[in-house]
């Protein structure tokens, strides 16, 4: 050991952020050695050396944290120490530690330099603090290069477990400071709003739940005398919005969805159809632990049916989970055996006999040793939110949202605090945004009217998930305009991806789409009796939310019935059909199949741009390749007959390109079935 001439004391000071400056720290990357760390459960990360690793996790919050290094025991006799490595060597002009609970059992800082030598650069007598934490901070008088740094601990001289958050090095003698990761650009100003007595009691009012239209907000409700089990247990509660765009008093939802056990919705479907709640429910009114899903009908909701998630966790008594907006993804907040801490995030997958495929963990980015929860996935299927005791924030645990960088669903960008508007020095959780993304929903124990209570904040648009179209309308028959009960289907039109799925039935109303934008979609209805009808929405060009009506129209699968094609099936001047036609041409491929004796007329048409005879031509062209794919998937060629027009029967205007496309079109009518 070198000892430096001049033996500096610790230098202790407690900054708030500054604007602005650009001071570059380099956080411990490696522990390249340690006396003991404390280890209280048999899975997990907690407290462990390596929680000593990058930026702060508490600070410039103090208190007890998972996520900090501490010695194996509290008020021992003998020494404990640390050693860290960096992921470079530099000039240090000085050395941070995040003393983040029962700070001051440091007594000596030892540094390296990259051939191994060490300096003691600091040293100082073991004493009982004031304080929760502080951030230590030591300036070497003497420049030297730096790649490791020792901190050696007396925790008999400070009681409790003395806990080491962080350790940073930098070039600069401006303080290093921990921060808080907030969302560049946020608006800070905005406030958040209480829900007021028509939703909020003097009992706990948590986990709001938005119907994707913004219309009905579902929560759970606890400690009330309303409740159909025991006031402590949990029930679910609704309000609606009113034509005054008032939220009506909250109502108890009642039976099946409620019984005397713990109840609450925690997911919602995108259509607003199907909700997802925790527990299974057994006829008898019992349940155990799991989660199920009940669909809406005309008299309400049905009974909760389970859905299975497989080896979730035999001994798991809690989870929290979100349920994507196209209903084949789970991300699921429970403490599993590979768990980093606490709970953590883990993501699950819809398998074909409606099972849930095992949950794999969502990784260190996102999952801390310490507690994530409440996850919420919106609508754009990308922006995750969740809460968090191991990032560092404002209080007692944090809202916190991260966007998915891929579809492997396990690389998301680095959480970003949602900011003070939002956040309190308390507990603050359970966020929900409908499609719109104009408010937030959460629950928090900050200015609350009894315990937690739900609240809303206009989002500003650096914390919004990105916008999405909302599409909506009813199914009807060509002719007769009656209801069609039907399936709704969402393909992304260039590569026949089915997207997203939903349901129509007048009893329970509209079919509702959540589509994100930047793409073209394919949309299609399908009823049994009916020939699928599709149409495109062309969201490619649009950047902000908006809202789509549209009716489909059905026509019955019957002799000397008229079907048009997507009259997108061919390029301009081409009779080659363009690959996204493909499964458009496959339903007439299931329906004559379904129906053995069914004869049909192609008929192709043209716009009037060109000669008339090449546009007969082109238009006998494009039946024939329509029929030699009807050929290909197995259907006779005696059932199909063809017959071309060219431009001799327009429906619409050839004055414009945009109506000259509908005159560009594929019928056929069904000869005989």
Known sequence: MILLKRILTFSLLIILSTAGFAQEVLWASKVLGYSSEYRPESFGHAFRARQILGEPNKLPVFGNSRCAWSPADADGRNEEWIKVGFSK???????????????????????????????????????????????????????????????????????????????????????????????????????????????????????????????????????????????KSQDVWFSTLNDKNQWTKAANIGSPINNAGHNAVTSISADGKTIYLINVYRPDGSMYFGFSRSFKTKTGWSFPKESKIFNLMENATSMELTVSPFENTLIIAVQRADTEGSRDLYISFLQKDNTWSEPRNLGPVINSADDEGTPFLALDNKTLYFSSQGHSGYGEADLFLTRRLDDTWLNWSKPENLGPAINSPLWDAFINIP????????????????????????????????????????????????????????????????FAKASYDAETGEYRLVLPLKEIYKISALAEGYFPVSEDIDLSGDSTFRTIRKNLYLQPIKAGQQIRLNNTMFMQSSSEVVPSSFAELDRIVSTMNSYPAMEILLEGHTDNQGEVQKNVKLSADRVEQVKKYLLSKGIEGKRIQTKAWGPARPIASNATEQTRQRNRRVEFTILKI
């Open 89 to 231: 060597t530099i000039q240090a002009r000085q050395i941070a530690i995040a003393e983040n609970f029962n700070p001051g059992a440091i007594v000596r800082v030892y540094a390296y330099d990259p051939s191994g030598k060490e300096f003691l650069i600091a040293e100082t007598p073991a004493a009982q603090q004031t304080v929760t934490g502080r951030m230590l901070r030591v300036f070497p008088k003497q420049e030297m290069l730096i790649n490791a740094v020792k901190l050696v601990l007396q925790p008999g001289k400070v009681s409790g477990f003395n806990q080491i958050d962080a350790v940073g090095i930098s070039e600069s003698t401006t303080p290093i400071e921990a921060k808080i990761n907030l969302t560049k650009g946020m608006n800070l100003k905005t406030q958040k709003e209480n829900m007021g007595d028509a939703i909020n009691t003097k009992g706990q009012e948590v986990a709001p739940i938005i119907s994707p239209d913004g219309k009905t907000l579902f929560f759970t409700r606890s400690n009330f005398e309303g409740n159909i089990g025991s006031p």
């Open 435 to 498: 499609a719109t993304g104009d408010y937030a929903y959460f629950s928090a124990s900050d200015k609350s009217l009894g315990q937690e209570d739900i609240f809303r904040i206009r989002m500003s648009p650096e914390i919004k998930p990105e916008p999405v179209a909302v599409l909506s309308g009813n199914v009807f028959e060509g002719q007769t305009t009656k209801p069609v009960k039907s399936d709704i289907v969402a393909d992304i039109k260039e590569s026949n991806e089915a």
